[in-house]
């Protein structure tokens, strides 16, 4: 049982490859599936490793990343489906990467500690889910990559509790 939260981590990591040749292939309910199984295992191995006590460090970075690789996945696709702009997926790779490095510097420099998604993160990540799924159920309803833009401010704003965190745990001045 101990392992099951980090298998359904793999589990969704598997699935983004999965998700990017079906919605490229035009596969929209197929990808639009994937994209929800992804969520709801997600959410079942968030929950698993919470109520029995499983959180490990792998998982606490294996999580993020299973979200990161399907959040940018899902917008390079949409952006090269001209579904959103190209700068959107851009602006996410640049932030996911500062994000990577800040987490790696404090995780090797540092009492070798990651620091885990706070709820900032976790309303940004839930507000992109959304609008995505909506994107994919409605491709053809534009007016819905507002919803994409404001997911992208409350991941800047995420983004800005990270750094207070950082600053915070690497008791360094910023």
């Known amino acids: 049982m101990r392992h099951v939260p980090n298998l359904l981590t793999v589990f969704r990591i598997l699935l983004v490859p999965i998700f990017i040749f079906t919605y490229l292939q035009d596969h929209n309910a197929i990808a639009l599936t994937v994209f929800i199984i992804a969520g709801l295992t997600d959410l079942l191995d968030g929950y698993i490793a919470r109520k029995y006590h ?40 640049l932030k996911e990467f500062s994000l990577v ?34 994107l994919l159920w409605f491709p053809q309803q534009p007016f819905l990559r507002y919803g994409i833009y404001f997911s992208m401010l409350l991941k800047i ?18």
């Open 54 to 93: 499983l959180i490990t460090t792998i998982g606490t970075l294996l999580d993020p990343l299973a979200d990161k690789l399907m959040l940018l996945s899902v917008l390079t696709c949409m952006a090269m489906k001209n579904v959103l702009p190209i700068w959107v997926p851009a602006l996410m790779y």
């Open 157 to 174: 704003i995420a983004i800005i509790s990270y750094i207070l965190i950082y600053k915070n745990t690497a008791k360094i001045k910023i």
């Open 101 to 134: 490095i800040g987490s790696t510097i404090l995780y090797f420099r540092h009492e070798k500690k990651a620091i885990p998604s706070n709820i900032y993160g976790k309303i940004a990540t839930v507000s992109f889910s959304s609008f995505i799924l909506l």
